[in-house]
């Protein structure tokens, strides 16, 4: 079992960065590939990064690919996504999951969830 809170959201202008944190409780983190989605008003939830067990391999959506990355600290239990650049279109709801097993990049592979933070990027 793994509880997931996620931080960092908030209102910025086009062009800033923002860094969104994800906690895990429980002492095992480093089981889990962590993965981030996000989910726009009227849109359906979709992929955005993911991050394998030791945080040697890592993945990202075309959309995000160059601005945002995603990153791991086992010893904090918390996985980041740091996002530069970011576009009126990156407005959403982000969260964080957990999958005990290999990375996967679709979310019903997925089992926990953080509650989400909004991200609001303004023009």
């Known amino acids: 079992q793994v509880q997931l809170v996620e931080s960092g959201g908030g209102l910025v202008q086009a062009g800033a960065s923002l860094r969104v944190s994800c906690a895990a409780s429980?002492?095992?983190?480093?089981?889990?590939?962590m993965g981030w989605f996000r989910q726009a008003p009227g849109k359906e939830r979709e992929f955005v990064a993911a991050?394998?067990?030791?945080?040697?391999?890592?993945y990202y959506a075309d959309s995000v690919k160059g601005r945002f990355t995603i990153s791991r600290d086992n010893a904090k239990n918390t996985v980041y996504l740091q996002m530069n650049t970011l576009k009126p279109e990156d407005t959403a709801v982000y969260y964080c999951?957990?999958?005990?097993?290999?990375?996967?990049?679709?979310?019903?592979?997925?089992?926990?969830w953080g509650q989400g933070t909004q991200v609001t990027v303004s023009s």
């Open positions: 429980g002492r095992t983190f480093s089981s889990y590939a």
């Open positions: 991050i394998s067990r030791s945080g040697g391999s890592t």
């Open positions: 999951a957990a999958r005990n097993g290999p990375t996967v990049l679709y979310d019903h592979g997925y089992g926990y």
